[in-house]
């Protein structure tokens, strides 16, 4: 047997690999990050300096069109020295006197929930009462289209902060921010904290949110839970794009063989960046304690029968209709594995104006 062919059969080969996958995202991330921040350095720089010669100079806007003209002349049409780009170069320059950071009162950030929950990804100034969120966690493309539609500073540091963290493109970034995402998403209810490693509880902690939107499903035909299911399978990617960056699907009523007897998982995931399944039971009425005992049997079954040692401790995510948080807690308090509990919101105008509609049996009555 050739032992060079074989070594893909090794155990030591196989955990190996999974180190340089991990290593490899994270180098590639790094330097991809890396350009990021040269490039809006860069373009702070040109734009602070635009501003620096006209207040020396007491030149106008006009001459942004001269040394756009020159710049292109010297580097090229396609250079980025547009007559527009450098006018965004001038604007970005202004806004963020304090690059590479934008320095927001702690106090602001405080007043919003959603806000007090992202507290844990910014760095927080000596005197205790600003944070200063990192300009260069998203793009050049990003950061034109935000200015021009937030004004808050503490909304652009959160829309900034989450956009880096669900990895929205600039398209999905401006729908969110048109939707006031802010106002709707909120820290998830969970026990990450008491369950996983304190590295893992907070990258789990930024992963999962809480409602999710799945403005895309017809509540008027849910049923039962089969009913949600199946809207959500048959519409997988609108789906994962709603869960965030980092999510996989592998399935639904993904099968468990506990003491043989047959269990069923509603859908099962895995999160590239958490390195570890994740379980979603689907709940069509409002939240039920009980819920989250099976899930959390469902947990412990998946960390022995389907966890490879490279995985990290599965997550559980119980997606309802509606819960109270306190009931949530009271719940939550004592379960051995990591769980959240989340909302799912739909469009509500929808399901009222197709309630009032008459059904197909009450039209035929009234043509007969």
Known sequence: MNT??????????????????????????????????????????????IIRKQ???????????????????HYGSDSGYSIRNLKYMRRFADEYRDFPFVQVPL??????PIL??????????????????????ITWYHHISMISKIKDIALRAFYMTETAIQGWSRDIMIMQIENEYHKKARALP???????PPVNSDLARDVFKDPYNLGFVDMTKVKKEKDLEDQ??????????????????IGRQYPLNIAGEDNKVDLMMYHTRLHCYVAIELKATDFKPEYLSKLNYYISAIDDLVKMPEDNPTIGLLLCRSKNNTKV???????????????FRTNKLIEEIKSELPSIDDLEKTLK
């Open 4 to 49: 060079e062919l074989s070594i893909i059969d090794d155990a030591e080969y196989q955990h190996w690999l999974q180190y340089l996958f991990k290593e490899i995202d994270r180098q590639r991330l790094k330097a991809v990050m890396q350009l990021n921040a040269a490039t809006l350095q860069h373009y702070w720089w040109l734009g602070n300096d």
């Open 55 to 73: 207040k020396e100079q007491g030149w106008g806007a006009k001459v942004i069109d001269q040394l756009s003209e020159d710049l292109q002349k």
């Open 107 to 112: 106090a602001q950030l405080q007043e919003m």
């Open 116 to 137: 007090q929950a992202r507290l844990s990804n910014f760095t927080v100034s000596a005197d205790g009462k600003f944070v200063q969120v990192p300009l260069a966690q």
């Open 190 to 196: 969970n026990n990450f904290t008491a369950t996983l």
């Open 232 to 249: 959500l399978a048959s519409k997988v990617t609108d789906f994962l794009l709603e869960m965030g960056k980092g999510f996989s699907y």
């Open 329 to 343: 807690e009271y719940a939550l308090r004592g379960m051995t594995q990591p769980l959240g509990v989340a909302e």
